[in-house]
Nanobody, 120 residues
Framework: VQLQASGGGLVQAGGSLRLSCAAS????????MDWYRQAPGKQRELVAT???????NYAGSVKGRFTISRDNAKNAVYLQMSSLTPEDTAVYYC???????????????WGQGTLVTVSS
């Protein structure tokens, strides 16, 4: 299983970006899909999560500005980010809880990270 993240880039404060992450390989089903981020010199933090039935949760710092969504047919998760500030600058990682085949456990896989830079 591989996760491929994309969509990062340079944006001015107040702007928007949409991140995408798609999983490929042996996949029976996918449970929770998450977005994390890690800013320079800081620990990785959970930004948003979406369950298999579409329930969502957000970190307080992004609530109301970011929207997580998923497309189960494409094994993909998205993060729509708006009203970006320089404090949102970080490498963003997707993570998925994947069940590769029937009657196997859930394994968590990470994407390679995509850099978001917000200029003031």
């Amino acid at each position: 299983v591989q996760l491929q993240a994309s969509g990062g880039g340079l944006v001015q404060a107040g702007g928007s970006l949409r991140l995408s992450c798609a999983a490929s390989g042996r996949i029976f089903s996918i449970n929770t899909m998450d977005w994390y981020r890690q800013a320079p010199g800081k620990q990785r933090e959970l930004v948003a999560t979406i369950s298999s039935v579409g329930s969502t949760n957000y970190a307080g710092s992004v609530k109301g500005r970011f929207t997580i969504s998923r497309d189960n047919a494409k094994n993909a998760v998205y993060l729509q980010m708006s009203s970006l500030t320089p404090e949102d600058t970080a490498v963003y990682y997707c993570r998925m809880g994947i069940i590769p085949t029937v009657e196997t456990a859930v394994y968590h896989y990470w994407g390679q990270g995509t850099l978001v830079t917000v200029s003031s």
